[in-house]
């Protein structure tokens, strides 16, 4: 598929922002080139400005933004056409597909209104033909059932389904180039194999150039012929991807390319005491109905679990979006109301009130996924962490407390002279970091890990990964660690429950469970995720 | 990371909220000078009328609906109708008057003897001072009286019964801050309380909390503010508590609505994992974020009391004669507009000016204050 | 549809039945009565007017008369005009107050929400300044500073406008009270469409039709306004409500024969009838308005279903 002739080339682009802050330099002065019908990624962690650098292409920045240098498509500089030029291109030579899939349709229109658009725009089809266009490229993406599907609108479809939409959107003019921001990122692992396997074989049949813009190094290796890879708005290493990966120059490719966190955990010695205990446990939520709107509705998001968490074991939790992997976390730590029993130790905690279960919470604590929304913006982070210090060992001073903070900071690898700053003044692998010393600070016995390394960079991640086991192995703690990321669930516990719909599909030993799934639901998620990462580097 | 002595160093003090906001506030130029202005207005309206040379109760019958002006009166056009007015008082006639700098003479006739005494009604002027007699014939019916011209400034001019309308407007001024704050904190204070319970509390008590303020939402405001005028009558202090304890219904739902969203934040979830209690939790986490939300619609509700308090003395409900407030002195120009606008301009001037000022701040604070910016 | 909006106007009733009585008492318990302001009637006169109009009767009697007297369209006589009843009031004031009321609004949401789009296309540059300065003065001046300065600049110095009066609903009449009633209303409509004009507009399916070439008009008319529609809805329906039962500023600067006047008249003389009768046509108004921005809503956006 590769011919040699770059029909895209961007020349010395930078991109700047003029915050509240000051002049942010988003890209600075990179050149890459796209040959016909070749598939190039750009990768890089968030903040790499691999995004603004297509946006820019595009003419698509936010109204704060400026872009300078060249992008030429065919010779001509798409920076400074006027729109009506532009537009001639846009949409219809170059298309480009995003992220976000739930929010980058318009809500207020059907899915065949939408798809005429770009056509009728386009290619001055009457409202007939273009119809049947849109019927043909919903068969394309291989959406069931699409003449139903014209008439639907966007919120009655799944994340997978609109993003196939928006790809049928973006071929619908035959384009030169698709840019695939970031494609499948929010996307479960079994549909985003779907979409990957959906684009590479659109391409075969179409010949487009695709532009990958992804974090996700699985994916370069599968599907781009080049790599660009990009740190702080420059490019520090770029190369033929097979090359570029079995012989990376640049320190910072190196590293990304060893961020897969590694190694395994040792199941807990046989005889290790249980120490939570769930039994049927059982969480539903009221989704509608009740006075006047006829008989209660109820979700079950978790239903009829149990599990036992012994002391030094980590048990994964694995399941896609919705499957109440996170409801059954806080569930068994009584954050959420359930039926069914739970026990902590030798004691039945499942009725206990508020006031009975405050006395066990330092024994059992919790860090979530999101690390800017889990600390208050209001407190510096040495109040944040020995908030609980408060509630718990309420006899210690001031200074006592200060002590501790700066005990936990130093743990965690945190520099304790931060302790008066507030958390929007820390990255977020920093202030993970802090979530984990404010649980860490209670010395509890089991920890409820939602989703910890999820919103994190790779590189990040990876660190993470380390700083958990290190915690676990110093103080033989039990963790229950909720993820949707096979890589690091695998590299995190010792036993695995796989959740779907609420309910156990499959559970055993993390090799186990890996290397011979027996359920199909297992099989699929497994083979999803390793058919996009199975080129990963070898560890 | 380094490795760090154990003992507690000294740390490096962070960026706070409030930090951060005050530095955003300050970069803010429209806002900085409206508050500098709010400043300047307050400081004027409290300390302004104690320095100014009339009262703002003083009637001065010569000057009614003076026009406003940078130079003293009386005008040299004046002086003679004045005079000629305070003579006639003394029942005597004018036969001559000249005028020498600050001091007139005039020579008064009358067919009886003319009484010394009679220079009282010059001193009652409002333009002359200092009457003296100079001479008198020996028949006692001529006589010459001397007197100053007094001096008078009225650089906004006068109001309809003559009263210096700068005095007036400063001191309508001083009613109108006042009552906006004062009505702006009952309103917030009940508002943020109520608020607050409800949608921490949330479920049940919530829904009930919520449906009685809706049912208070669909009453007629005007409605709720003209029976506290007619409950409290006159007394506006009472009132504009109770204007404020109606004010409060916005401040109380937009306080649940962040409150409801504040505790599903996850540093809120956060602190009941650590067993943090429920007063904790108010205190530490709901309150601090919540007064962000409170700076800023409290910006909004100061001048939304000012307005309602100048709409009521407009209808002539609000306060009452001789005390003064910017809603009465608009009132009075608006009735006044064909004869002497600057009772209208002068007082809309500055309750619109204060309204203006009390907006960019609040836009200021805003912008400083949105988390959204982080 | 048709069974949400018949639903909506049932438990309309029992918010009306609320309103009414809070209404009733509270006006009752007011000190004062509609009889015995400073009018010198004598003792008798008034023991009479009062027996008249059964208002010797005990409270609940009274209210269960008034309930009764309403459910059949009947207000009551006027206590204070005694000419007319209330009925009659508001079927000569209404249609005036409609009037003024109905042409600023289509006046604010026509013009308010150009401006706003305007501003918000232009975010940040000299337009987009001049709107927010427009609107900023648009919302902040009173409407009794706006009127009287109205009057003095085209009644007075220019001698463009009648000073007041409504001639009869001559059209050179309108144009101060229109005005006067409007231009507020522009501003907050041009502020509130700025605002949400500016977030549609950064909208993620926004990008998608730029990303996609679309026409300017299409990205937006069809895209960016249609989503941005909502908080004007939800604003202009109290609005409405508002403006239609007429502005007791207005109509008492320029001399408007409308009913925003009876209202603080009618509570400061005790005229209960027309008090009450105020307090439920205000309230059916706010009622319907805010039952027409449901039902707007469920015609600009999709995902809003009523059944």
């Known amino acids: 598929m590769n011919t040699s002739q770059p029909i895209l080339a961007v020349k010395d682009l930078r991109v700047r922002f003029r915050t509240l802050d000051g002049q942010v330099d988003a890209v600075k002065g990179i050149n890459l080139h796209v040959n016909a019908g070749e598939t190039v990624a750009i990768v890089g962690e968030s903040g790499s400005g691999k995004s603004q650098t297509m946006m820019a292409a595009m003419s698509l920045l936010a109204s704060n933004g400026e872009a300078t240098g060249a992008v030429d498509y065919r010779g001509r500089n798409l920076l400074g056409l006027d729109k009506s030029a532009l537009n001639d291109v846009r949409g219809r030579k170059i298309t480009m597909i995003f992220q976000e899939p739930m929010t980058s349709l318009d809500p207020l229109y059907t899915i065949g209104n939408q798809l005429m658009e770009p056509i009728r725009r386009h290619r001055k089809l009457g409202k007939t033909e273009a119809r049947k266009e849109a019927l043909r490229l919903l068969e394309l993406v291989k959406i069931p059932d699409p003449e139903r599907r014209l008439k639907s609108y966007p919120y009655e479809m799944s994340g997978g389904q609109r993003q196939r939409v928006m790809i049928a959107m973006a071929l619908a003019n035959d384009p030169d180039i698709l840019i695939a921001d970031e494609p499948t990122t929010a996307l479960d692992v079994t549909v985003q194999a779907q979409i990957l396997t959906l684009l590479a074989e659109l391409q075969r049949k179409f010949g487009m150039a695709i532009v990958f813009i992804t974090h996700d190094l699985g994916i370069v290796r599968r599907f781009a012929d080049r790599v660009y890879v990009m740190r702080y708005g420059e490019i520090v290493e770029e190369g033929v991807t097979d090359a570029l990966f079995s012989a990376p120059a640049h320190p910072y490719t190196k590293m990304l390319l060893a961020a897969e966190p590694t190694g395994r955990k040792a199941a807990p010695p046989t005889g290790a005491p249980v120490l939570l205990e769930g039994r049927n446990v059982e969480v539903s939520f009221k989704i509608g109905g009740g006075f006047l709107a006829g008989p209660p509705l109820f979700l079950k998001a978790v239903d009829r679990i149990s599990l036992a968490l012994k002391r030094g074991q980590t048990i994964g939790i694995v399941g896609e979006s919705g499957s109440g992997k996170s409801t059954l976390g806080r569930a068994l730590l009584r954050l959420l109301p359930s039926e069914g029993s739970i026990r902590f130790g030798a004691r039945e905690i499942s009725g206990v009130s508020r006031e009975a279960m405050r006395p066990l919470r330092r024994e059992l604590q919790l860090v979530f996924q999101d690390p800017f929304g889990s600390l208050s913006p209001r407190m510096t982070i040495g109040q944040v962490i020995t908030e609980g210090l408060l509630v718990h060992e309420p006899s210690l001073s001031s200074k006592q407390r200060d002590a501790r903070a700066v005990e936990a900071l130093l743990e965690v690898g945190l520099d304790p002279n931060m302790r008066n700053r507030y958390a929007h003044e820390f990255s977020g692998g920093q202030r993970q970091r802090i979530a984990i010393a404010r649980a860490m600070i209670l010395k509890p016995k089991v920890v409820v890990l939602d989703e910890p390394t999820s919103a994190l960079d790779r590189s990040v991640q990876k660190q993470i990964v380390d700083l958990l086991r290190k915690l676990q192995a110093d103080h033989d703690l039990s963790y229950l660690f909720i993820s949707h990321d096979l890589a690091v669930v695998r590299a995190m516990a010792d036993y695995i429950i796989v959740m779907k719909q609420g309910q156990i599909v499959e559970e055993g030993l993390t090799d186990d469970i890996f290397d011979n799934p027996r359920e199909t639901y297992t099989q699929t998620l497994m083979a999803a995720a390793i058919d996009v990462k199975k080129f990963r580097i070898a560890s | ?374 | 549809m048709l069974l949400y909006v018949f639903r909506r106007l049932l438990t309309a009733i029992p918010t009306l039945f609320v309103i009414v009585t809070l209404a009733f008492f509270l006006i009752r318990v007011a000190p004062g009565g509609p009889f015995n302001q400073e009018r010198g009637l004598s003792p008798e006169v008034k023991a009479n007017l009062e027996a008249q109009f059964g208002l010797g009767d005990p409270l609940w009697l009274q209210y269960w008369h008034y309930l009764q007297n309403l459910l059949h369209g009947n207000f009551g006589p006027s206590y204070n005009l005694p000419d007319f009843t209330v009925g009659e009031l508001f079927a000569k004031g209404l249609p005036i107050s409609i009037q003024l009321g109905a042409s600023a609004l289509t006046l604010a949401l026509l013009i308010g929400s150009t401006l706003g789009i305007i501003a918000a296309l232009n975010q940040n540059k000299a337009a987009d300044y001049a709107v927010i300065a427009t609107a900023t003065a648009g919302s902040t001046i009173p409407t009794f500073v706006i009127a009287p300065i109205i009057q003095l600049l085209f009644g007075l110095t220019w001698k463009l406008l009648p000073i007041g009066g409504w001639g009869d609903g001559a059209l050179i009449n309108k144009i101060g009270p229109v005005l006067t009633l409007a231009l507020p209303q522009i501003a907050i409509v041009a502020r509130l469409m700025r605002g949400s004009m500016i977030e549609s507009l950064r909208s993620h399916h926004i990008r998608t039709a730029r990303a996609l070439g679309l026409s300017d008009w299409s990205i937006v008319v069809k895209h960016a306004l249609r989503g941005a529609l909502l908080p004007i809805v939800s604003y202009a329906g109290p609005a409405a409500a508002a403006l239609l039962t007429g502005s007791i500023i207005v109509e008492t600067i320029f001399a408007i024969p409308g009913v925003g006047r009876y209202f603080v008249d009618a509570a400061l003389n005790r005229d209960y009838t027309l008090v009450m009768g105020t307090v439920v046509v205000i309230a059916i108004f706010t009622i319907l308005f805010n039952l027409i921005v449901d039902i707007l809503y469920a015609v600009v956006d999709p995902r809003v279903r009523y059944d």
């Open chain 2, 1 to 374: 990371m380094t490795e760090i002595a154990a003992v507690a160093p000294a740390p490096i003090v962070g960026r706070s909220f409030w930090g951060d906001a005050w530095a955003r506030l300050k970069s803010n130029k429209a806002s900085m000078v409206s508050l500098y202005y709010l400043i300047f207005m307050a400081i004027i309206c409290v300390f302004g009328p104690f320095f100014v040379p009339h009262q703002y109760t003083t009637i001065y019958p010569d000057y009614v609906r003076t026009p406003p002006s940078f130079s003293a009166y009386p005008k040299p056009e004046m002086i003679e109708t004045a005079l000629r007015d305070t003579v006639k008082r003394m029942r005597v006639d004018v036969e001559e008057w000249h005028q020498e700098g600050e001091q007139v003479y005039v020579t008064v006739t009358s067919s009886k003897e003319v009484d010394e005494r009679n220079t009282r009604y010059i001193d009652r002027s409002d333009t002359f001072d200092n009457a003296k007699v100079e001479s008198k014939s020996p028949d006692g019916l001529k006589m010459v009286l001397s007197a100053t011209v007094k001096q008078q400034y009225f650089l906004f001019g006068t109001d309809n019964t003559g009263r210096d309308l700068l005095s007036r407007t400063l001191m309508g001024g001083r009613v109108s801050l006042a009552i906006g704050l004062l009505a702006g904190v009952v309103a917030v204070a009940i508002g943020v309380v109520y608020g607050a319970t409800a949608g921490f509390a949330g479920g049940k008590i919530d829904e009930v909390m919520m449906r009685i303020v809706d049912v208070l939402y669909s009453l007629p405001f005007i409605f709720f503010v003209i029976m506290l005028v007619v409950f409290f009558g006159r007394n506006f202090v009472l009132m504009f508590l109770a204007v404020g304890a109606v004010l409060w219904l916005d401040m109380a739902r937009i306080v649940r609505g962040q409150a409801l969203s504040i505790r599903r934040q996850e540093y809120v979830q956060a602190a009941e994992a650590l067993g943090v209690t429920r007063r904790g939790i108010l205190q530490r986490h709901i309150v601090p974020n919540l007064l962000g939300v409170v700076v800023i619609y409290m910006t909004l509700l100061v001048p939304q009391v000012i307005i309602l308090e100048s709409f009521l003395s407009f209808l002539g409900l609000g306060v009452q004669e001789p005390m003064t407030s910017w809603g009465v002195l608009i009132s009075a120009g608006a009735k006044n507009i064909g004869t002497a606008n600057w009772l209208l301009l002068f007082p809309a001037f500055f309750l619109v000016s204060t309204l203006f000022a009390l907006n960019f701040v609040g836009d200021g604070l805003r912008d400083a204050l949105d988390p959204k910016d982080r």
